[in-house]
């Protein structure tokens, strides 16, 4: 059988995401992409007192962006603005059960996009982001 580069959890993600689509009424939206391979991906926040209560995320990329995007709508939902601001691209590819080493950047993307959306969160507060985004790196 042809050996695939990605465990079952990554496939499961990859062929049955959860929370795709937008929110209308979001609270935050992070758009990011990467010029190297094209993939953008956008994610939606839905927050109230300060907890991050929906998720949800349109991605147009590889196996690796999509299952990333996936997992972590599913890893922020219910948890407060500061401890999203916690999840890394490490964690999400952890929680995913592992990434091949050459996709460790799309978890960055997903990483880069939850931080987007909650800078966008901060913004339409009128309050500074208490980070910077930096451009997600990409080695190809
Ligand atoms: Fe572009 Fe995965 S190859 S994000």
Same mark, same amino acid.
């Given at each position: /059988?042809?050996?695939? %580069?990605?465990? +079952?959890?990554?496939?499961? #993600?990859?062929? #049955? %995401? =959860? $929370?795709?689509? *937008?929110?209308?009424?979001?609270?935050?939206?992070? $758009?990011?992409? $990467?010029?190297?391979?094209?993939?953008?991906? =956008? /994610?939606?926040?839905?927050? *109230?007192?300060?907890?991050?209560?929906?998720?949800?995320?349109?991605?147009?990329?590889?196996?690796?962006?999509?299952?990333?995007?996936?997992? !972590?709508? *599913? /890893?922020?939902?219910?948890?407060?603005?500061? +401890?999203?601001?916690? !999840?890394? $691209?490490?964690? !999400?590819?952890?929680?995913?059960?592992?990434?091949?080493?050459?996709? /460790? #950047?799309?978890? !960055?993307?997903? +990483?880069?996009?939850?931080?987007?959306?909650?800078?966008?969160?901060?913004? =339409?507060?009128?309050? %500074?982001?208490?980070?910077?985004?930096?451009?997600?790196?990409? *080695? #190809?």
């Amino acid at each position: /059988m042809e050996q695939l %580069p990605y465990n +079952e959890k990554v496939m499961d #993600h990859f062929l #049955h %995401p =959860r $929370n795709v689509g *937008e929110i209308p009424d979001a609270s935050g939206i992070g $758009n990011v992409g $990467n010029p190297v391979c094209g993939d953008v991906m =956008r /994610m939606y926040i839905k927050v *109230e007192n300060g907890v991050i209560v929906d998720a949800k995320f349109k991605t147009f990329g590889c196996g690796a962006a999509i299952s990333t995007s996936s997992i !972590v709508t *599913e /890893m922020v939902k219910g948890k407060t603005i500061e +401890e999203a601001l916690s !999840v890394s $691209n490490k964690a !999400v590819a952890q929680a995913l059960g592992g990434l091949p080493a050459v996709k /460790m #950047h799309c978890s !960055v993307l997903a +990483e880069q996009a939850l931080k987007g959306a909650i800078k966008d969160y901060y913004q =339409r507060q009128g309050k %500074p982001a208490p980070f910077d985004i930096d451009t997600p790196k990409h *080695e #190809h």
